[in-house]
């Protein structure tokens, strides 16, 4: 018998219901409403992968630029056409930029 744990990337695969395996850079955050979103950046892929709990936890695929000031309407964030916070576009830009070493130019 072991007591080893699932890895992390185990049980975020399990949520959102990506391909996630501990090769990917991942990131987990959840929002003030509850809703949870998962990052993951596979080394040598042009984009990561986003899934948000909110959006029936659909693929986003997204990149350095992918994040979006009032392109929709002024002052509303967007991501690959996803609608997001302040806090979640923080979350998110930090995960984009500690895994841009890993993504294919």
């Known amino acids: 018998m ?3 744990q ?3 990337e185990q049980l975020l695969a399990r949520l959102c219901g990506g391909s996630i395996t501990a090769k ?3 990131g987990y955050f959840l929002n003030e409403y ?5 990052f993951a950046q596979r080394r040598g892929e042009k984009t990561a992968r986003l899934w948000h ?3 029936d936890w659909q693929l986003f695929r997204v990149g350095d630029h992918s994040i ?3 392109e929709v309407m002024d002052g509303m964030i967007t991501v690959s ?4 916070n ?4 923080t979350w998110l830009s930090s995960c984009l930029a500690a895994s841009r070493h890993l993504r294919r130019r």
Do not use: C, F, M, W
């Open 2 to 4: 072991t007591d080893a």
């Open 6 to 8: 699932p890895l992390i």
């Open 24 to 26: 990917d850079y991942v």
């Open 34 to 38: 509850g809703e949870e979103l998962v």
């Open 53 to 55: 709990s909110d959006a």
């Open 68 to 70: 979006r000031v009032g």
């Open 81 to 84: 056409g996803l609608i997001i």
């Open 86 to 89: 302040q806090p979640e576009a």
